[in-house]
């Protein structure tokens, strides 16, 4: 929308004020300004297609680094999958191996604790067998006072 300023600036005198001259003209400040700006608009027109082509460049370019990024990134993640396991395995085989020691430690103290009781059992065995025999002869045999 043109403004009433720029409707009365369109008529500028033709001279000075007096003695009549030539008739004015009225000037046409849009299309002044079109024919003065154009060849820049020309040239800018080409710095924009210029622009346009970076930014596609620039936009392949992007999306061709997010697509590596992605398959790096999944190449990491299979490769901690592939480490996670190789360590999950290995602590498998460290807990194996301290849980058949433990088990050879009891194994052994049990041992331990059996041939000692066979010890005891022995060292014993011999006294209990007297006195059980003792018993049984006792309530078996008949004192001699008795019928």
Not at 42 to 69: F, M
Not at 87 to 106: I, P, T
């Amino acid at each position: 929308m043109v403004s009433l300023r720029d409707t009365l600036h369109r008529f500028r005198p033709a001279a000075a004020p007096g003695a009549p001259g030539r008739r004015g003209v009225p000037a046409d400040r849009v299309a002044e300004r079109e024919s003065e700006l154009a060849p820049l608009f020309a040239v800018l027109a080409e710095t924009e297609q210029a622009v346009e082509e970076i930014r596609q460049r620039a936009a392949a370019q992007a999306e061709q680094l997010r697509c590596d990024a992605q398959r790096r990134a999944e190449a990491v993640v299979a490769d901690a999958g592939v480490r996670a396991e190789a360590l999950r395995a290995d602590a498998a085989v460290r807990v194996r191996a301290s849980a058949d020691q433990e088990r050879d430690q009891a194994a052994q103290s049990a041992a331990t604790v059996r041939e000692q009781l066979d010890r005891r059992a022995d060292a014993r065995l011999p006294g209990l067998v007297a006195r059980a025999t003792a018993l049984a002869r006792a309530e078996l045999d008949p004192p001699s006072g008795r019928p």
